[in-house]
């Protein structure tokens, strides 16, 4: 029996993305003889039925190519922007699963789509995730694709940003993204030599920041490289988010649950700029003029390494095996060399950080990298 499968890309694009489309598709179809479609734009191209024949022709040329053929959004089936309301459109997307008489969805995503994808297996899909994004904060699998050529990208601007701070003797602060884990800013921070690395795993205090540097001037080095997660915060503001984050899970009624909700949003919102007030203090508390870069969505673009393209591959290839064997209800986690099914249950809501005994961490302070603690 031929068996069709359906697949998507949703939450923010990731290099590999079309990689592991064609590792999907060109095994699927070669090695199984299965029917391959895919959904624009996400889950959103699901509700909408708004679909692509994923034929050798599409499947051709893709390889090395950013971004995703299918396009992606970071909506969610059970809370639609539907015209100005959400809703909730997961019985549509159920029927145009049955409309295509799919025998499984592939969904390629990170933490969010993790969880979308339960949401659908719990309607009564079936369903197999790979773990794609720049942040590779997806639980139990060893690494995401989009990570290594991400970290490539930032290494390379902390490179080139080197040679102009100490050109003119000052502090360049890099923002990194990696949503709230630290793995980009950290693994980019040690491959560039960044002087001073700050993750949101750590909330640092400013003033060791400024010691770091000033120590630096004092042995001549009259300048210095601080890679900035866009997640990370100072002690006093991960203290107060904290403090407010236990305030909701306190929260006895609707009330008191909605008003933390809204001091918790008030502190996102003061704390989105953290990074720029970081600039400002330190050329403030050193003497040294400061400059602050965001590397923002260039970290996403252009094409895969060469590790993301193996990657990619290898759990796409993997994916259609298991699809083959009937194996549902999982993601396609990287474990070693292997490629492993895990439960979703055991991946969707939950981040992987940076634990604080990681062997990055340690190399980073073996080799006098401060780390804002
Ligand atoms: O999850 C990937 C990521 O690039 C994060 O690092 C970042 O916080 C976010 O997406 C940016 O999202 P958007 O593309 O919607 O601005």
Redo the contacts with the bound molecule.
């Keep these: 029996m031929t068996k069709y499968v359906g697949v998507l890309t949703a939450?923010?694009d990731?290099p590999g993305l079309n990689a592991a489309i064609r590792g999907i598709g060109k095994s699927a179809q070669g090695a199984y003889g299965m029917q391959v479609i895919g959904f624009r734009d996400g889950f959103r191209g699901t509700m909408e039925n708004r679909t692509v024949r994923l034929n050798s022709a599409a499947l051709s040329g893709i390889l090395t190519v950013g971004g995703t053929i299918l396009g992606t959004s970071?909506d969610k089936p059970h809370k639609m922007p539907v015209g100005s309301k959400s809703r909730d459109m997961t019985d549509v997307i159920v029927a145009n699963y049955h409309r295509h008489h799919l025998d499984v969805l592939v969904c390629l995503g990170?933490g969010g789509t993790m969880k979308n994808a339960l949401h659908l297996q719990r309607n009564g899909l079936n369903i197999i995730t790979l773990p794609k994004?720049?942040?590779n904060d997806v639980a139990m699998t060893d690494v995401t694709f989009g990570f290594d050529t991400a970290l490539g990208i930032a290494t390379e601007a902390l490179d080139r940003l080197h040679s102009t701070a100490h050109s003119h003797h000052r502090i360049i602060v890099v923002e990194v993204?990696?949503?709230r884990a630290g793995w980009l800013a950290l693994g980019a921070g040690i491959a560039g030599g960044a002087d001073v690395i700050l993750i949101p795993e750590i909330p640092y205090d400013v003033e060791v920041v400024a010691d770091a540097v000033r120590q630096r001037s004092q042995s001549g080095k009259h300048f210095s490289i601080i890679a900035v997660a866009?997640g990370a915060r100072s002690q006093a503001e991960a203290k107060a988010m904290a403090k407010a984050m236990d305030k909701i899970a306190a929260a006895s009624d609707k009330k008191a649950r909605r008003e933390a909700k809204a001091r918790r949003n008030q502190l996102a919102a003061e704390q989105a700029d953290s990074t720029q007030r970081l600039a400002r203090t330190l050329e403030e508390l050193t003497g040294l003029e400061s400059r602050l870069t965001i590397l923002g969505?260039l970290?996403?673009g252009g094409t895969p390494s060469a590790a993301d393209r193996l990657l990619a591959t290898r759990l796409g290839t993997a994916c259609s095996s298991f699809i083959n064997d009937g194996v549902y209800g999982v993601m396609v986690a990287a474990r070693g060399d292997r490629a492993e099914p895990v439960p979703l249950e055991q991946v969707a809501g939950k981040l992987k950080t940076v634990p604080l005994d990681h062997p990055w961490i340690a190399s980073a302070r073996a080799v006098g990298t401060n780390l804002g603690d």
């Design positions: 939450g923010g990731s970071r990170g994004t720049i942040d993204m990696g949503h866009e969505h970290q996403r």
